[in-house]
């Protein structure tokens, strides 16, 4: 098993893209919890769809430690200022900063999401910037190959959390980064996917109506009942993530 795990998904492709880094996530000598399935949020649980829509439960791929499920709620997201940007684009803050913000509470209706102001206070933190190239090696060629440019990303590490009383959970934690420099109606859409992304859906749905569509549209979908179906899928399911490691 990696010690170290880090995923990039990205919208505007229907590649998954993967990477190692090294994150300090996991001591080697770590015991894992077992797989176990939390409690349904509350709003998950009274969740139904009337429409019998279906979901795309099949697509989402659970990682080495389960589904990515978040126990602790509400979810804590940073959304980066627009004083702390770097960008040049200073005009397009605002309306970033409020598109973010928009899909932050569009997405809190179904799971509990509380916007922080400190990046060392979340479980999710969401950047101003354009996610960089990473080239991937092509196994037919032996090259390094650039993909296209992408105009947002998501990342997951876990961790091991401590708690004032003792225990030790293994956690994760989001960087998401959304490029500024995309036009404005296409920002929201991308936050939404992103954020969807975020809170467990580790895949695509092959349907233009849903948000979490494998590839920007001209007409970008709200969050549909196919996309809370399948959070509700993921949610349902077993994980270590959440869990108290064994004791020794």
Same mark, same amino acid.
């Given at each position: 098993?990696?010690?170290?795990?880090t995923?990039?998904?990205?919208?505007? $492709?229907?590649?998954?893209?993967?990477?190692?880094?090294r994150?300090?996530?996991?001591?080697?000598e770590?015991?894992?919890?077992?797989?176990q399935?939390?409690?349904?949020?509350? $709003?998950?649980?009274?969740?139904?769809?009337?429409?019998?829509?279906?979901?795309?439960?099949?697509?989402?791929?659970?990682?080495?430690?389960?589904?990515?499920?978040?126990?602790?709620?509400?979810v804590?997201?940073?959304?980066?200022?627009?004083?702390?940007?770097?960008? $040049?684009?200073s005009?397009?803050?605002p309306?970033w900063?409020?598109?973010?913000?928009?899909?932050?509470?569009?997405?809190?209706?179904?799971?509990?999401?509380?916007v922080?102001?400190?990046?060392?206070?979340?479980?999710?933190?969401?950047?101003?910037?354009?996610?960089?190239?990473?080239?991937?090696?092509?196994?037919?060629?032996?090259?390094?190959?650039?993909?296209?440019?992408?105009?947002?990303?998501?990342?997951y590490e876990?961790?091991?959390?401590?708690?004032?009383?003792?225990?030790?959970?293994?956690?994760?934690?989001?960087?998401?980064?959304?490029s500024?420099?995309?036009?404005?109606d296409?920002i929201?859409?991308?936050?939404?996917h992103?954020?969807?992304?975020a809170?467990?859906?580790?895949?695509?749905?092959?349907?233009?109506?849903?948000?979490?569509?494998?590839?920007?549209?001209?007409?970008?979908?709200?969050?549909?009942?196919r996309?809370?179906?399948?959070?509700?899928?993921?949610?349902?399911?077993?994980?270590?993530?959440?869990?108290?490691?064994?004791?020794?």
């Amino acid at each position: 098993m990696p010690r170290n795990l880090t995923i990039a998904l990205a919208i505007c $492709t229907a590649i998954l893209i993967m990477a190692v880094d090294r994150l300090a996530a996991m001591p080697a000598e770590a015991k894992l919890p077992p797989l176990q399935a939390h409690p349904l949020p509350a $709003t998950l649980a009274q969740w139904q769809d009337t429409t019998k829509s279906g979901d795309y439960f099949s697509e989402v791929k659970p990682t080495e430690m389960g589904y990515l499920v978040w126990s602790q709620l509400p979810v804590k997201v940073y959304v980066q200022k627009q004083e702390e940007s770097a960008a $040049t684009n200073s005009e397009r803050s605002p309306k970033w900063i409020e598109a973010v913000l928009q899909a932050v509470q569009e997405w809190s209706v179904y799971l509990p999401l509380e916007v922080v102001n400190s990046p060392d206070r979340a479980d999710i933190k969401i950047w101003r910037s354009r996610p960089p190239l990473r080239a991937t090696l092509n196994p037919s060629t032996g090259r390094f190959e650039l993909p296209r440019v992408r105009s947002a990303e998501t990342l997951y590490e876990f961790y091991l959390r401590k708690f004032p009383n003792s225990a030790t959970v293994l956690s994760q934690r989001f960087n998401i980064q959304i490029s500024p420099n995309q036009a404005p109606d296409y920002i929201l859409p991308s936050a939404r996917h992103e954020l969807g992304h975020a809170l467990g859906i580790w895949g695509h749905s092959p349907l233009e109506t849903d948000s979490l569509y494998f590839a920007q549209v001209r007409h970008p979908a709200p969050i549909s009942s196919r996309d809370i179906n399948t959070l509700k899928r993921i949610y349902e399911q077993p994980t270590r993530i959440g869990w108290s490691l064994p004791e020794s």
